[in-house]
């Protein structure tokens, strides 16, 4: 079975900027979107952004003009650059993707915005 395994997470300022990977372990068939998602404690998790198979991405409001989302579909990858990055930011950051038939989560990665 497929298997996301996210990288990129870690500890940066306020103002700075963080390069998220996720990487699937084989292609997905038919899929339909790749993306991520984030939790704060204390919060429910949210959708940060995704990209589906025609290239047309989604944006939550608080990211938008300073995430971008993009896929590889050769290299069966998805990638979150984050610019501009605030504390709010503060999260743990899943890979997720979805095909007619599954849906996957990667384990996660820590996304600390902090002075």
């Known amino acids: 079975q497929v298997q996301l395994v996210e990288s990129g997470g870690g500890l940066v300022q306020p103002g700075g900027s963080l390069r998220l990977s996720c990487a699937a372990s084989r292609t997905i068939f038919s899929i339909n979107y790749m993306g991520w998602y984030r939790q704060a404690p204390g919060k429910q998790r949210e959708l940060v952004a995704r990209?589906?198979?025609?290239?047309?991405?989604n944006y939550a409001d608080s990211v938008k003009g300073r995430f971008t989302i993009s896929r590889d579909n050769a290299k069966n990858m998805v990638t979150l650059q984050m610019n501009s990055l605030k504390a709010e930011d503060t999260a743990v950051y899943y890979c997720?993707?979805?095909?007619?038939?599954?849906?996957?989560w990667g384990q996660g990665t820590q996304v600390t915005v902090s002075s």
């Open positions: 997720n993707a979805a095909s007619n038939y599954n849906i996957y």
């Open positions: 990209i589906n198979s025609g290239g047309i991405t």
